[in-house]
């Protein structure tokens, strides 16, 4: 069946380091979201990526989607311990009516 | 706003009973999804509801069931409870219908432990 795959399972940084999660799809999506999940908490939604080779950036969070629309990538500059959780990524096939979401990348840093 | 809210957030109960959990969308949202997050299979989708009609359903067994009501509420069912159906249950609302492009926002889930 359609697979969102995601990696790494776990990251552990020390403060300041960057930190960078791969998502991906076994097949073309037509969008990519991003969620954050604090310890504790539910999935937070963090962006929706679009077009073909798409970049947004939020601060120090850089979101990329991949030019075939099968990848995606999340990107966090000089990490905080405020950026602790778990990262999702969700993608909606092409022709598909519900998304599919990677395992999640659980994050965690060390000052 | 307020957000989405689920009822009980907490539940025990034995293999063999049923469950209902509860869930109410952001106000104007129409579409509620449900989901089944465990640490081995992660976020896995069980179903959404727009208007009243089960629009999507993913691959668990009929044991899971759901209804949507006019005010748009959702409750979700789970009969004859196995182990494996311990999980936090998350429901999400969205504005729209047609494919989930837009916005989703989460519940704070229902644990459901089954001994």
């Known amino acids: 069946g359609q697979q969102v795959m995601q990696i790494p399972q776990y990251q552990h940084v020390q403060e300041g380091e960057d930190f960078t999660t791969y998502c991906n799809s076994s097949t073309t999506l037509s969008n990519i979201q991003w969620y954050k999940q604090r310890p504790g908490g539910h999935p937070v939604f963090l962006i929706q990526?679009?077009?073909?080779?798409e970049v947004k950036k939020q601060k120090r969070l850089t979101f990329q989607f991949g030019e075939a629309k099968k990848n995606s990538s999340l990107h966090i500059t000089a990490t905080q311990t405020t950026d602790v959780g778990t990262y999702f990524c969700?993608?909606?096939?092409?022709?598909?009516?519900?998304?599919?979401f990677g395992k999640g990348t659980t994050l965690s840093v060390s000052s | 706003k307020a957000g989405v809210t689920q009822t009980p957030r907490y539940l025990i109960k034995t293999r063999g009973q049923q469950v209902t959990l509860s869930c109410s969308p952001i106000?104007?949202?129409?579409?509620v999804s449900w989901y089944q997050q465990t640490p081995g299979q992660g976020l896995q989708f069980l179903f959404e509801y727009f208007s009243e009609t089960q629009r999507n359903k993913g691959n668990f067994p009929g044991r899971f069931s759901g209804r949507q009501f006019s005010n748009s509420r959702s409750e979700m069912n789970v009969s004859t409870l196995e182990l494996g159906d311990s999980a936090l249950y998350l429901c999400a609302s969205r504005f729209g219908g047609g494919a989930p492009t837009d916005t989703q926002y989460f519940g704070p889930g229902t644990r459901l432990t089954v001994l």
């Open positions: 106000s104007g949202h129409r579409s």
């Open positions: 990526l679009v077009k073909s080779g």
């Open positions: 969700a993608g909606l096939p092409q022709a598909g009516t519900a998304l599919i």
